[in-house]
């Protein structure tokens, strides 16, 4: 009887077990958000670049270059199809990548996303997440415009 009973609860054992498991087998990291105010154009820097904080999960600086000083940049109808590198700095490291996206020369709307390629210190784990953004541009065209300000929710996804 205590032979049977043993060789019952072993079995119930390894039949339960990678269900107990599972959970921290398959648990995936957690995306994070927030949003960024990017600025472009003197006094900032160059127009091929922006710069700004970043505020939410992470907090810090956002900046993003365009790839080969925009050069790669097309236009289709009324979008701009752009391409950037960029470097989010925190208090205790750094996540770069770089992103690919659109913006409507029309409504001055944008989206963009990429691979985190970087992560250095407490940022380390984000290394191959997905960063993403939307947002709004000032209107670059306007009389007089000294700089562009872009206003964004961002994300970072395993």
């Known amino acids: 009887m205590i032979g049977k009973t043993t060789a019952a609860l072993v ?65 289709v109808g009324n979008t701009e199809h752009f391409f950037e590198t960029f470097l989010i700095t925190t208090y205790c490291g750094t996540i770069s990548g770089s992103d690919k996206g659109l913006w409507s020369l029309v409504t001055f709307v944008f989206r963009a996303g990429g691979p985190v390629t970087g992560a250095t210190g407490c940022d380390a784990g984000l290394a191959g997440f997905k960063f993403h953004e939307l947002g709004v541009t000032s209107d670059p065209f306007a009389p007089n415009m000294v700089y562009v300000v872009g206003i964004a929710s961002w994300s970072l996804t395993p």
């Open 11 to 75: 079995t119930m054992l390894f039949l339960t077990l990678p269900f107990l498991a599972a959970p921290a087998i398959s648990a995936k990291p957690k995306a994070l958000s927030g949003t960024e105010v990017i600025y472009s154009g003197p006094p900032y820097g160059p127009a091929d670049h922006w710069a700004g904080p970043i505020t939410g999960a992470i907090m810090g600086t956002v900046e993003f270059w365009e790839t080969n000083g925009g050069a790669d940049n097309y236009i």
